[in-house]
């Protein structure tokens, strides 16, 4: 591909996800000409700069959005700089691939959109797993009708071990922090609107997790408008490591997927057939997929098209979190509508 | 084992289950000695009389009751004459092996439990499945510990098509039939007690299911007193054949039973990977569990222990799929303690 | 059934096999009527018949050939009488199902075969892994072009533990005691016949075994008529269990047999992700094939047909194993027509 | 790490593996500087080097080798050029990265390891496989004693399909094209010296294959120096894909090797239980194997170590291919030591 046509971006936060995409941008896309990288730490970013010979470090992300040059950036900044970098990189014409979420705030989430479509650029939200090979595999079953029309879904996905309570603390709780992964998955396996949810969850792994106000283990059962049923297992520890699991039943057989291995090798020996412990990094399970989506992003400027993970897929699962924060409050179901309607009359 | 020594028995009602026992008792349990059969259709009681050799076939069980050289009867008369026939076996002073329900009347099951315990004889409910090698296993490795504290159960329990909707009509309901089967196997492997349970269902398979007043498809959570949340994901009808698996999830580990078919073997070939589909049939399935719990309920009576499933094991279940009846009526959790203050005050 | 068209048979060893066979012909084959049973050992045939029911011990196996109203004997016996038995039993006009080999000398053998034939009675060799479940499914396979031309057949067939020394030494050694099974098996599923053999072994368990003149552990590799190459893998000791595996290659795919578990559970811990140790007995492994070739056995007398495993098939595997003894001893590749050859001139 | 202290490269050879290392050693490999690339044919070469951003298209090999400011060399022409491609590049003082085979001339392989050794430049042969995650898991379970000692050794290789018959025709044989790959396994995995070959084969694929002087299909069974007996199968073509596998049997177990694929995904349907087919290609089956052998050889440059597939292990496979052709000719065990005797005669 020659220079002149491949995209220009920028990357705003260079932590750990931050990182990644990077050096996918600029080692592994060939269509990506990453310009310039920024973050609140400047060591951050002079770092990432060198060991991906960026020649740019910015000053800060109004620097980058300044730049005429740069198509797009890619926000890994912490999430309460979302929406605010979203709304400014799309009134500067850029396109947006951001982490989820944009927010936890709906109306704030929503001016975020409106904007965004204002402006007329791309918006992709880092819903990364859609991209995964099991969970596309899952997709296609569904979507072209393999196990016939879908009746139950069942998705499980358990941590190794649970993030600091001082990051729980400020994460917006297991639903908008961990089961918004399983929220968009479910509606993207599915392929229709979840109308009801019913969460049940609590605390099982670490007194202090409680104490800091939050579940570490739950159980939410789904309700779609197509009529399927679905339920999310999550904890924050499975001792054996990165469990993401995922089967659908319907009404011409089912398909599951497995956990990914480190390699394919058993083991027989006097106590037991086994194993060594699935992938236990998010990082080491997901790899392929954090590339194909920032791939399909490029391919989405370059197009034209529609990114495959919309500012409406951002949305609904922060409406599925906060159902589903609600529904353990009360232990009753709550419809999506509800919240919808508090947004409303708030 | 001499003759003297084993276990005199009559059977009551010889249809599937029936002459499945039967084969059982006569030729592969050397410590039973099957007296008589009876049955409302004579010809069913005479054919199975003549293909195990059993001399006597009975009137009605009124003969077999009042026959005082037989010690145990096997119940398994149509559901609606179990109470009837185990009040009158343990006034008669027979142990009694029946089939499950015992009843769907709590006040009824409450009563004769009470003259069972009155008359000081042996009742063992028919939950087979507990007896089966996956699920034995399972229990074993939560009672050993070796997966830690529980925290989440899942049960799939599929049946390979729905029964006529004439049978469907007088069944109970969906979870009285089936889901009764996975309550009791819910409770079984957690050893925990059920507080409150969550159900939604729908007609996914056959709208005649629906207009017989049932569901086809069901999706229940529980939540146990230990605080181990469980999920039962029902359907009447898995092309691939009865899926029967388990996990439970614990602080430890986790324990998963997969299905069982017809051989190990799996074939390559340019269309994919495949093997042939489990096993099909519950009495192919559950073989070996039939066979072992009348083993143990021999062995209980010689040793003159408590039988593996007991009276109280036959009324929880019950009291569930009320629950889970009434949750889906109203769209809400609904607690045990509800249905037994119903009970009471009824 | 009625009494009078069951098969009337006598058993002839009730050493652990005999036991087996006559549970099996008592309790579980409504075609057979076991009248009889004797042994060397008078109190192992006076246990035998108690726990079976079997009114009659005979004093020694000419009373059971004598007696006119049995139609079939199962020879069980130590391997050194089999010979004579069924000479006898021939001639006496009962169909003889024996165990596994007829005899070590190849002209000893088809003098009895020839016996057999002049009788005109049906025998069956009891190579009972052809009854079994997996290698059934791969003979089907194999017969109906699943897989296409048969090109590389591999069979892994390792004992959990060696036997005593002592039997070691009066056994013939591991190809007539061990490989025959295999070299058996190999015959069937490829349904071609071997046309050269090269062996190589070790002793590599124990010296012991060595010191008696025998290998404990032996590749095979075998040359059939229709271009198929085989390999079998012996070992005196799987630490891990009894390990029965087969795989079979071909023009349009692969099938290939796994172990047999007690249960299908896995468990995930922190240490890896295993299961239970396969089944580690034979008996528990071919349970169901020594219930199968007996039904067969019988079902053969009934209508007359060709036992499934005939005289030819008890021959073949023996001159395979004295193929593989000359291999190993002079390390060349042997064919079957020098075995036969030597016979001829020998 | 900084621009000088990557290791300066070029390329030799832009065929199918040649862009392969070019790709990764200029996008994912931070420790390489590839400074220049040249093909036979220019037009290949000036493509790859436009793919990758590299600046120098150099005329031939000689012009890289002439450039002092390369350090190493990674030669991926034709077979027939290896030999004097290396011996050039060692004494241009460039450490070298060679594919397979060097040569299948013994006498000139050995000239080759002279002139390397003089020169004293690191060599390092491309058996990519050895770096797998399956079969390195397989080689750490037998170096650290996990399975014991090592007895049996089974390994699987088939390819999807035959190469054209024009390359048959020049690729030196089956045993030196294909099976060169599992003799370079066998040794990697057991780590003792293979002493004697039998290998058998036929033309079961394409009579063409045979018209052309080759094999299509191989057994091949090998005698290790510390007792162990390898088995090798081989096939051109395996319809459901790329199969490579192995297993290796010890005094404490067994460990064996599957397939790697696609997806985790399991379809269950109303016609079986099935799964998507193993990857294909061996590109994608070894991607990460040819990218951690170009590390390692990075790694040895860097340390000054010995690259972890040396001269030595260049040089064994073809001594055993030689050995197998030999075998199959005149349908013998042949020892190694026979053919090396031929070498120093010859």
Do not use: W
């Not at 412990?277 to 954090?290: A, G, I, V, W």
């Amino acid at each position: 591909m020659s220079t002149q046509s491949r995209i220009t971006l920028g990357l705003i936060g260079t932590g750990r996800i931050g990182r990644l995409h990077a050096e996918h941008l600029r080692f592994r896309l060939s269509a990506a000409d990453l310009r310039a990288v920024t973050d609140l730490n400047r060591d951050s970013a002079q770092a990432c700069a060198d060991r991906c010979g960026i020649v740019r470090v910015a000053a800060d992300h109004h620097e980058i959005l300044a730049d005429p040059e740069i198509q797009a950036v890619v926000v890994c900044s912490p999430t309460d700089t979302h929406a605010d970098i979203i709304e400014a990189a799309a009134e500067a014409g850029k396109h947006v691939f951001c982490e989820k979420p944009i927010e936890v705030s709906l109306p704030r989430i929503d001016r975020v959109l409106s904007v965004v479509e204002h402006a007329g650029v791309l918006l992709q939200i880092g819903f990364n797993r859609r991209f995964d090979a099991n969970f596309r595999r899952i997709r296609q079953a569904v979507a072209e009708g393999e196990i016939g029309t879908p009746h139950q879904l069942h998705i499980i996905s358990r941590d190794p071990g649970p993030p600091p309570v001082e990051y729980i603390r400020q994460s917006g709780g297991i639903f908008l922090d961990m089961t918004i992964h399983d929220f968009d998955m479910a509606r993207f396996l599915i392929g229709s609107e979840v109308e009801e949810v019913y969460a049940t969850g609590g605390v099982r792994i670490d007194p202090a997790i409680g104490e800091a106000g939050d579940l570490d283990t739950a159980t939410i059962l789904l309700k779609f408008a197509d009529g399927t049923v679905g339920i999310i297992e999550n904890s924050r520890k499975a001792v054996y490591g990165y469990d993401q699991r995922v089967e659908v039943f319907g009404s011409k057989g089912s398909i599951e997927a497995g956990n990914n291995y480190p390699n394919t090798c058993r083991i027989a020996g006097a106590e037991g057939v086994g194993r060594d412990l699935p992938l236990n990094f998010f990082m080491d399970r997901y790899t392929q997929s954090y590339l194909d989506e920032m791939a399909q992003f490029l391919e989405a400027i370059v197009t034209g098209g529609r990114p495959p993970v919309s500012g409406v897929d951002a949305r609904a699962p922060v409406v599925m979190a906060m159902a589903a924060r609600l529904s353990v409050q009360e232990n009753r179901p709550v419809k999506l509508a509800e919240i919808e309607a508090q947004v409303v009359s708030g």
